[in-house]
């Protein structure tokens, strides 16, 4: 089967493609390289020993998904991840992600009905939730208002794929990431933040190599048991296995009804500062950290109810905070190798 993986030179869908190979499945990637290299497509190939396809496409014009698809006549399922994702910076360029994050899923979506592709894995996102009001939040806690323009195209494209499979006949699977951290543990592929980096992890790993002088911890007077924000965080590596279950699961016409929905994360809170002290552990490094002010629409805390995944996809992350931080740590020492 060959499985088209949107975003595939990206952190989560180079970790898919990966997986995806390994078990067995031909894939091309489309990607549009404005958030990662086309080198990725190398070191995917230098793990599996088989090179993916790949073409840069942008796929929030029309035309180049159009002839994209109409080469390719031979797919038999897509894998969405490609989309803007830094929250920070939806909030500055709104516009640029509501056409960039809609109309890429929009243009998959035609494409796919126009070709008789029935099958589709999207990434969505546990931003969906915003602050939830019980924890470990489910598939069915109400969504809420989102908190970043970023927040928003994902309810919005989870929105699009339910109002459109029962007219085009798309069976999908939604996966809510919770926050993905970590890297293969060849070190050949992981997060590569082009510049300034949003999330947590490469600031801690680009602090403790020296790239950084010095990481702000936002917010200390949260209500958790350190004052600092609780995340639910997930080896990618973990998150990548659940995608090709999800692909088998639809291919298996295992799926009760044409769209559903399931949280991938570990079901398990960390605090900012317990990700730092397995860190620690893990690097032998005291990271130079202080902590400041809240950043703008972060919530407090969020971790998974995970049970669906694990009882209905038989899926469940294995690997754990300290699994995470060594990997994610390891990668950075092979970034600074390259340079
Ligand atoms: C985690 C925690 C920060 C940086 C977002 C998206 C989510 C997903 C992951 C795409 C928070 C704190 C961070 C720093 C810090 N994105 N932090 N100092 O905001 O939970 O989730 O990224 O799929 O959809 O919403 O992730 O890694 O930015 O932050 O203290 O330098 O680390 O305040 O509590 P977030 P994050």
Redesign the pocket.
Known sequence: MKILVTGGTGY?GSHTVVELQQSGYEVIIIDNLSNSSVEVVDQIAKITGTRPGFEKTDLSNADETASFFRKHGDISAVIHFAAF???GESVLEPLKYYSNNIMSLVHILTAMQKHGILHLVF?S???VYGQPDVLPVTEDAPVKEAL?P??YT?QVCERIIQDTSPVSGTQAIMLR?F???GAHDSALIGELPLGV?????P??TQTAVGKRKC?????GDYNTPDG????DYIHVVDLAKAHVIALRYLSGQKNKEAVEIFNLGTGKGYS?LE?IRSFEKMSGISLRYQITR??P???EK?WADTSLANNVLNWKAERDMDDMTSSAWKWELELKKNI
């Open positions: 989560i994702k830094a929250v990434s996102s546990c931003t970043s970023y927040g994902k990431y926050n993905p951290i980096p949003n999330n947590l992890m600031y801690i990481m702000d911890v936002f917010g600092t924000a609780i995340r900012v990700v809240r950043r629409g972060d919530i969020v």
